[in-house]
């Protein structure tokens, strides 16, 4: 599951005495949510703001789309104040993040909280640390593209990304935002990663919650669709080197492991969450050292020398 991270995560926590904390947690559920309700608000107001900073429109259409989903954020922001929620436009719209590029983003979904340059800062970081021009990156869980436009740019004409999406319509937008950037060094590859590639599987996206799709979790709430699989050996079959890869799965990376050993064997750093079942013991078994980079995410390394100062 996806975690708050980074700038946006405007915590609380360190200003509530401990056995304050303690005695919340002991009141039941109605009692809960009227007291994290103000929290849970302004947490919400945190994330628009940093909409506002770090993305800006592309286009006289899309300035007015942003504009107004800001300032209707204090009302979006007040429905059911009883959970995370990401900030979600309300309308389509084309804007550029800071310092990464342009993007198509879909109303009413997930996809402005996933171009915000705060929200994985700590990744993006040790992408651009990690890539040169002629490198090549693999993005496996690419979503809208975010990771896969930076990387691009980064590894220029003569480097390579492959972007590997199952779900159509964020395949379909992510194919949008590599043309929204002039990128011909991108390969989008339209498949579900898994042990073994051209099985039929099913993948369960939550509503409007597109970088949450899953084969891993099939039985939770949301639309069911149908997609093929692939193997990372597959996707990435002739290229000899990958300077990163990336690997966010929603809870399907240990089965895209099982059809990756020589990947595995090309990759010089991997990039990926930090779970109760993660991929660390596998990592480590294949000769990597794991780092941390923040409170959801790990670097695996086979030489500290291959990620520059």
């Keep these: 599951m996806e975690r708050e991270g980074g700038f946006m995560d405007l915590s609380l926590r360190g200003l509530v005495p401990k056995p304050v904390r303690r005695l919340i947690g002991r009141l039941p559920a109605p009692a809960k949510t009227v007291i994290h309700a ?3 608000y302004v947490r919400r107001l945190w994330q628009w703001a940093f909409v506002a900073i770090e993305t800006k429109p592309v286009g006289k259409g899309s300035a007015g789309r942003w504009l107004a989903s800001i300032a209707a954020s204090p009302l979006t922001s007040a429905g059911g104040l009883n959970g995370w929620k990401r900030p979600m436009l309300s309308w389509n719209a084309t804007l550029r993040a800071k310092g990464i590029g342009v993007f198509f983003v879909r109303a009413d979904s997930d996809d402005l909280y996933h171009i915000l340059p705060s929200r994985e800062r700590h990744v993006l970081e040790i992408i651009r640390r990690s890539l040169s021009k002629g490198d090549v990156f693999v993005d496996a869980g690419a979503n809208n593209g975010v990771f896969t436009v930076l990387a691009a740019h980064l590894v220029g004409e003569s480097g390579r990304v492959v972007a590997i999406e199952m779900i159509p319509s964020t395949a379909s937008c992510l194919r949008r935002n590599v043309a929204l950037n002039d990128l011909d060094n991108v ?28 084969i891993a979790h099939r039985d939770g709430a949301g639309e069911r669709i149908d997609v093929t699989t692939t193997t990372l050996d597959e996707a990435t079959a002739g290229i000899e080197t990958i300077n990163l890869l990336k690997i966010d799965l929603e809870g399907a990376e240990r089965l895209a492991m099982a059809g990756a050993a020589a990947t595995i064997d090309k990759c010089r ?15 480590i078994q294949r000769g990597f050292t794991i780092d941390v980079l923040d409170r959801n995410n790990r670097i695996a390394v086979r030489d500290r020398r291959d990620l520059s100062a």
């Design 38 to 40: 103000p929290r849970l």
């Design 187 to 214: 390969e989008v590859v339209e498949r579900a990663l898994a042990d073994t590639a051209g099985r039929i599987v099913s993948a369960i996206v939550p509503t409007r919650l597109f970088g949450s799709a899953s």
């Design 269 to 283: 750093g991997i990039i990926f969450e930090a779970k109760e079942d993660d991929i660390s013991d596998i990592l």
